[in-house]
């Protein structure tokens, strides 16, 4: 019998070809459904990975203290409109506090400069971001100097450090170490430069290649008022230690602001969790729209095999008066929508495979295709055949021998 | 014991008004080893009786046995395997499959019983070798002459080598040398022991019979043995007459005359042009149905 089934799928492909541009139409079909599908989950895959290997980079044990209004719900469209300083509840004095308790190594204030002009002689930089902080943040960010050194003086005066992005957007360069720009009017000049960030796309973070940093004190003084922090960046002594810290943060600053808890403490891990959910939410969308195109490859199989089975009553008619029986022919054309299934699975996954090259060679994208993504695909095709066929195949196997040898 | 035994087996096709006899009690009993010719104007249930006879229909009473096995009730699938184990169909169209090449097309009824694929080749070969199709093996059946193409039925029909071999008119689509051909090739498979029932119209191939079955309604009107090599008596007397002028024939000349009779029931003027044309018109479509009708 397993000889049999292997003649089934020469016979199946061999009945295929004889209508050839058909069966090329509806294996199409069933291409386009299974590599869309398997594109989509794998660029959604792979910007989860993306994203979760910028938070490892910076480090899980990260504590992010924010003003409420910047709660994680609306932390996206807070950072789009780039308005943070309206109603800061953060301050130099919560810093200190933070600094001070037991189990910190590191904090560090992030304080967005609203609006900067960056210049170089007279021209004016676009697309850069202007933040001030403290020595802290090289430590934090786990990421160190590339070139020149961190602030001197105690954290106040006129030097910065950029990052990779700002260094070429300002200087055409990457290296710019001792050389002039203005912000706000005030002259600053290039001590230190980051190595290259990670960056991910979607990522809710700040991209740090494209920001300037500068002291957290001067940001006071171009503002002209205390520094509007968006948020307190800490690090615990011990990654283990994490949970404490929160609690200690969250009890002694609410203390200081007088019992109100009008701040939110976030750990790394957290925001990890609220980007994929978001990821995740878009890649199933997206993903469901193609499913939809394999689900109407599926009828297309279906359309093709009742056409076929139509034309070819005769030759039911002939192979059930030579003793085929119901099962027999049932299982020949199934077959042949398997073929045909399967052969659009198994094509689809090589085109998604070519998409997939192409994506990480065109974009920052980097999707991901894991191998039970591939047996799932050519797992799903053989379902989609077997769905599909059963109905043509049925009506081919209950058709009566005598009507099919009068069609000839 | 006879290999087919049929007693007062009917077939009845649709409800109340519409309803059709195509087999009325027929009963019948064929020994292993005849050459049974059936013959009988269209409609006469001759197909019908072949199609109860080879399985692929059921009758609507009445008992049928191969070998003494009661058959009349068999399942869809029982059936399909006694028809692939004990019976070969030889048609007038030859009904091999375009796509495949004579060998498969041979080996066809072996896949069906699940041989290897190596066992069916060498079989269908040694097959078609036996009948001197050995130079067409790997022909597909379009490539073929009309009697090249029947002989390869013919084979395949004998590739499980089955009791009975049910012909319906195998020389229907042949000329006078191919029918010739074929008609020994039956002639020889009927020497070798296998039980052969063919339909024909034509009272010359009753020479090859060893006993003609005569049907008219849905019934045996008459049932003769023969002597190999002479046309069987009454067809004989058939030949005079049958394939110019049926009764049928009359009836329908008649209805076709009282359409054009003045003054008949008919509400058709004849002196109007275009009813004269549709006169005409359905005339000689009442001659083209009354030629199709001798013909076939």
Do not use: C
């Not at chain 2, 050459?35 to 001759?46: E, L, R, T, W």
């Not at chain 2, 041989?115 to 078609?128: D, E, F, G, Q």
């Amino acid at each position: 019998m397993k000889s049999f089934s292997r003649g089934d799928i020469g016979a199946a492909v061999r009945s295929l070809r004889s209508s050839r541009s058909r069966s090329i139409l509806t294996i199409f079909g069933i291409v386009i459904g299974i590599s869309a599908t398997i594109t989509i989950v794998s660029i959604g895959d792979g910007i989860k990975n993306q994203i979760a290997d910028n938070i490892n980079n910076v480090g899980r044990d990260l504590i992010i203290v924010r003003p409420d209004l910047l709660q994680p719900t609306n932390a996206v469209s807070a950072i789009v409109s780039e308005s943070y300083s309206a109603d800061n509840s953060l301050t130099t004095n919560d810093l200190q506090l933070i600094e001070s308790l037991s189990n910190v190594q590191y904090a560090a204030p992030l304080s967005l400069l609203n609006a900067p002009s960056v210049k170089v002689g007279n021209q004016t930089v676009s697309g850069i971001q202007v933040v001030g902080t403290t020595n802290d943040i090289v430590p934090i960010l786990n990421q160190s100097l590339q070139y020149g050194n961190s602030f001197g003086g105690n954290g106040v005066g006129n030097d910065a450090m950029l990052g990779q992005g700002a260094s070429v957007k300002i200087f055409g360069t990457q290296v710019s170490l001792g050389r002039n720009f203005n912000i706000d009017g005030q002259s600053f000049f290039t001590r230190g430069e980051f190595g290259s960030f990670y960056s991910a796309p979607l990522s809710i973070d700040l991209d740090f290649n494209n920001v300037i940093f500068i002291p957290y004190s001067s940001v006071a003084s171009l503002q002209g008022s205390t520094a509007s922090t968006y948020e307190i960046l800490v690090k615990p002594t011990n990654p283990s230690a994490i949970n404490a810290v929160v609690t200690e943060i969250e009890s002694s600053l609410t203390e200081a602001h007088g019992g109100v808890q009008n701040f939110s403490v976030l750990q790394q891990k957290n925001s990890l969790t609220a980007s994929d959910s978001i990821v995740s939410l878009l890649t199933n969308l997206i993903a469901a729209a193609a499913g939809i195109a394999l689900f109407v490859g599926g009828i297309g199989i279906m359309n093709m095999m009742l056409v076929t089975v139509s034309e070819r009553t005769g030759e039911i008619g002939v192979r059930k008066a030579v003793g085929a029986t119901n099962r027999q022919i049932l299982r020949q054309f199934l077959m042949e929508a398997i073929v045909l299934s399967v052969s659009g699975g198994i094509i689809g996954v090589v085109v998604a495979l070519l998409i997939n090259v192409g994506l990480r060679i065109s974009t920052s994208l980097e999707p991901t295709i894991p191998w039970s993504t591939i047996v799932l695909a050519t797992g799903l095709s053989l379902v989609i055949g077997i769905v599909f066929g059963l109905i043509p195949a049925a009506k081919a196997a209950r058709k009566d021998p005598i009507d099919a040898l009068r069609h000839q | 014991m006879a290999l087919i035994e049929i007693t007062d087996i009917s077939k009845v096709y649709g409800f109340g008004g519409a309803t059709t006899v195509a087999l009325d009690e027929v009963s019948l009993s064929i020994e292993q080893n005849e050459f049974v010719a059936i013959m009988g104007p269209s409609g006469s249930g001759k197909s019908t009786l072949m199609n109860v006879i080879g399985l692929l229909d059921r009758p609507s009473h009445g008992s049928y046995k191969i070998s003494g096995r009661n058959v009349e009730k068999l399942s869809q699938n029982q059936r399909a395997k006694m028809r692939r184990d004990k019976i070969g169909f030889i048609f007038q169209s030859f009904s091999l499959l375009p796509r495949l090449t004579v060998l498969e097309n041979v080996a066809l009824p072996l896949a069906y019983r699940g041989l290897s694929t190596n066992r069916r080749i060498k079989a269908a070969s040694s097959m078609i070798n036996r009948l001197g199709l050995a130079d067409r093996e790997y022909y597909l059946p379009r490539h073929l002459s009309g009697g090249q193409t029947q002989t390869a039925a013919i084979a395949r029909a004998l590739i499980n080598t089955p009791s009975i071999i049910i012909a319906d008119e195998p020389t229907g689509n042949l000329d006078s040398n191919d029918s010739r051909l074929i008609m020994e090739l039956l002639s020889d498979i009927h020497k070798d022991g296998t039980t052969i029932l063919m339909v024909t119209h034509n009272p010359e191939l009753t020479r090859y019979a060893t006993r003609v079955v005569y049907m008219r309604d849905g019934m045996v009107i008459h049932d003769e043995l023969t002597a190999p090599g002479l046309v069987a008596p009454t067809a004989r007397k058939a030949m005079s007459y049958l394939p110019f002028r049926t009764e049928e024939d009359d009836f329908a000349g008649v209805s076709a005359l009282m359409k054009v009779i003045p003054g008949g029931d008919s509400p058709v003027d004849i002196k109007s042009g275009r009813n004269r044309k549709i006169n005409k018109k359905s005339k000689s479509r009442t001659n083209k149905s009354r030629r199709r009708k001798a013909k076939s």
